[in-house]
């Protein structure tokens, strides 16, 4: 696990990153820009092939919040995983605004239905399986050249803590705020629907990253303005990217 400061000045902010993403990743590195206008942004790159949840990603991450004096934790897809533990383990846990949360699998009939059962009993830490994906699920700003340089493939170890993880989630705090598009296929819309209220969810029109979507300039408003203010600034409000169903598959 790494931790890097970004910026100088303002408030400290740490961010939790997602599976894969990495501060200098052109992208992320345009959330930061946008992050150190306001904060003194501390991003955590995370481990790609853990396979103790508790020990190698949330504990290194508890450890240094609590070296740091945060008052909102930032954290994106696996990222909002260990977010979500960490406010359960620490004293006067902050405020968490979650971006696309790995929360639970994404509805994958063949490998979810037929092969996962299984895939999760192999004892290896060997990155097995490389799940097919359509680049524009992650964000239409994503090039064919960044998809190919991303790491891949995933192993049963790591599966099966991250699922072991998703299944203890503790309960959704009234103060923090999600963000997600509706169509992700990168994770579970439903487990993100099924733990957060209508009034602490903010959807907007992307993919799964929405710092790659070319509607990220709104969405960072949004994002700058619930971190400032926390859920107030969103509440009362219409989402301009859409209606929240009442089901979310």
């Known amino acids: 696990m790494r931790f890097s400061v970004h910026g100088d000045g303002g408030e400290d902010l740490l961010f939790v990153l997602g599976w894969g993403n990495e501060p200098e990743d052109k992208h992320v590195s345009w959330l930061l820009d946008r992050l150190t206008e306001e904060y003194c942004v501390h991003a955590v790159t995370i481990p790609m092939n853990g396979w103790d949840f508790d020990d190698q990603y949330l504990s290194p991450v508890r450890t240094y919040y609590e070296d740091h004096d945060f008052d909102v934790v930032l954290s994106h897809s696996t990222g909002g995983l260990i977010a979500a533990h960490l406010a359960d383990v620490v004293d006067d846990a902050p405020r968490n605004v979650f971006l696309s949360p790995w929360w639970g699998t994404a509805p994958n009939d063949g490998f979810e239905s ?11 830490t060997q990155r097995l399986f490389s799940p097919e994906r359509d680049i524009s699920v992650i964000g239409d700003l994503k090039s ?4 190919d340089e991303a790491p891949q493939g995933i192993s049963p170890a790591f599966l099966r803590t991250i699922m072991d993880a998703q299944a203890r989630l503790p309960y959704f705090r009234e103060q923090d705020v999600v963000f997600c598009s509706l169509s992700d296929r990168m994770v579970s819309v439903r487990a993100i629907g099924d733990r957060t ?24 408003e949004d994002v700058l303005a619930v971190l400032d203010e926390g859920v107030n600034a969103i509440r009362g409000s219409s989402s301009s990217y859409g209606n929240v169903p009442a089901e979310m598959d």
Do not use: C, K, M
């Open 197 to 220: 209220p209508t009034e602490n969810l903010r959807p907007y029109d992307g993919g799964h990253e929405f710092f790659s979507s070319s509607g990220r300039e709104a969405v960072v």
């Open 114 to 124: 037929v092969i996962l059962p299984y895939y999760l009993q192999i004892p290896t």
């Open 144 to 147: 064919e050249d960044e998809y």
